[in-house]
């Protein structure tokens, strides 16, 4: 059976998750199983003389991270109420729906040696033997409390809990060949990056908002079907070796650019919207795909209408649907948003989408609010 290796706890505003962290690292207890951001422990140097062996064997061990965050709100009111536990809905590792656990929290502690603490822990639901992971005194609770320390913005508390769980080890077995050889790694991505970076031999400029980026057609050509129509054809674009594009900014344009050339985006989260835009203008499917992802972890109830009109302009559909998804198991709130009222009026087809994706005892709840504001 699988087993937990290790977890993390944080409970904390966005800003100040790692004062918390540091603060249940403090008073957590000595003979729990589980650790808060524990450094990783330096491996030895390696012998120099090291015999050479007939055979060999490497133990495979397979770690599986998940991460799941919980957010209390009116959590001053729920620790009166529900001083004596408070428990998460189930959660579980995407592709292992078999293990199944849950965070419970005793706001006023779990027992007298902890009652000025809030005690946190990792609960396996899924198994009939009971394991907990966690703290008696994760956190003091006048700490936790105390305005200034600024753990519980607009009386908030977000738990954010990290797991590591290790499938059965597997053994890798071999005997030593006489002659030892050396690959090195494959290095392409980085070749191509430098080459960008250098600009050598580059024989095509990009030009936006007066800012030059110079490229080379057959990487260009090779990796979007756009520019190799643009440079195979007697187009402007091929005579003048020059593209001069007015819909997209440098920086996204040198995002785009460095993924042409390597497959990474490194700025690729805060910049997915824009990337969407012109990974769909050059026809870069792969980047695409990866906007999309990045795009649906900022699905929340203020983004979900913006985040509903985006895959209409770009046939987004990954997106599409997570989007309607989530729109579906919170569209009593969401239909409140700024965002929601914004695109009822400029984006009416998208809504139209939205309400077919409705079970029927939704579309009656939401229809007054649809009414109001038509």
């Known amino acids: ?31 729990s199983s589980m650790a808060i951001r524990r450094m990783p422990t330096p491996s030895p140097q390696s012998e120099v003389n090291t015999p050479m062996a007939d055979s060999w064997c490497v133990t ?36 292992n729906y078999k293990t199944w656990w849950c965070l419970t929290i005793h706001p006023k502690g779990l027992d007298e040696e902890s009652k000025d603490y809030m005690s946190l822990y990792l609960k396996l639901v899924s198994c009939h033997t009971r394991k907990d992971y966690g703290f008696r005194r994760f956190i003091l609770s006048d700490y936790l409390l105390d305005k200034a320390n600024g753990l519980l913005p607009d009386d908030k508390l977000t738990l954010y809990c990290e797991v590591r769980v290790i499938a059965n080890p597997v053994n890798i077995s071999g005997w030593n060949d006489a002659m030892q050889l050396s690959v090195p790694r ?5 070749d191509l990056g430098d080459l960008f970076e250098s600009e050598d031999i580059s024989d095509v400029i990009l030009r936006v908002n007066g800012r030059e980026l110079r490229a080379h057609k057959t990487i260009l050509a090779a990796r ?27 920086e996204v344009l040198r995002e785009m650019m460095w993924f042409i050339y390597t497959g990474r985006a490194p700025n690729l989260f ?3 919207a824009d990337l969407l835009t012109a990974a769909d203008k050059y026809a870069l499917e792969r980047l695409k795909f990866m906007c999309e992802e990045a795009l649906c972890s ?62 029927t005892q939704q579309i009656l709840l939401t229809q007054p609010i649809l009414l109001h504001n038509d």
């Open 186 to 190: 494959f290095r392409l991505s980085d």
């Open 224 to 250: 979007s079907p756009i520019f190799k129509a643009m440079f195979k054809h007697d187009v402007e674009e091929k005579k003048q070796n020059r593209v001069d594009i007015t819909d997209i900014d440098h």
């Open 60 to 95: 495979e061990v397979k770690v599986v991270k998940f991460s799941y965050m919980w957010t209390i709100n009116d959590y001053s009111f729920c620790r009166e109420q529900f001083g004596e536990g408070l428990t998460s809905s189930a959660f579980s590792e995407r592709a």
């Open 298 to 359: 900022k699905l929340s109830v203020e983004t979900a209408a913006e985040l509903l009109i985006l895959p209409d302009m770009y046939s987004a559909n990954q997106l599409k649907a997570h989007a309607l998804d989530f729109i579906t198991t919170h569209s009593t709130v969401v239909m409140k948003t700024a965002g929601w009222m914004s695109a009822m009026h400029c984006h009416p087809h998208v809504i139209a989408d939205a309400f077919q994706a409705l079970p």
């Open 1 to 31: 059976m699988d087993r937990p290796s290790s977890g993390s706890f944080a409970a904390a505003a966005a800003t100040d998750t790692a004062t918390a962290a540091a603060h249940g690292e403090v008073i957590s207890e000595s003979s």
């Open 270 to 272: 805060k910049m997915a």
